[in-house]
């Protein structure tokens, strides 16, 4: 947290249970409304339904980006070390 404070980012500081709408889910991941709808219905991200509304965990986008950030980061270095396949790019996403 204070990495990100001393980059000029903002901080918000809420409980780890703390239930999200997808539009909020959305702003937080920096992607569209849609684009969470989408990970919640390939089961990327776990949700709950309340009433007819979907609504996600803190916790659950905390951990989605601890995974994607890793997933950014093995891709990296396999292209650094040049591990895939000759010709072969990997995917960022």
């Known amino acids: 947290m204070a990495g990100a404070l001393s980059q000029g980012q903002a901080v918000t500081v809420a409980a780890h249970d703390t239930m999200l709408t997808t539009t909020q889910v959305a702003k937080v991941l920096g992607v569209s409304r849609q684009h969470v709808a989408r ?3 390939s089961g ?11 609504r996600v965990a803190l916790s659950e986008v905390a951990e989605y980006q601890r995974r994607r950030a ?11 070390y040049d591990l895939g396949p000759e010709g072969e790019t990997f ?3």
């Open 70 to 80: 890793l997933v950014r980061q093995l891709t990296q270095d396999a292209e650094d």
């Open 44 to 54: 990327a991200l776990a949700d709950t339904m309340v009433g007819a509304h979907h």
């Open 39 to 41: 990970l919640i219905d």
């Open 91 to 93: 995917p960022t996403g």
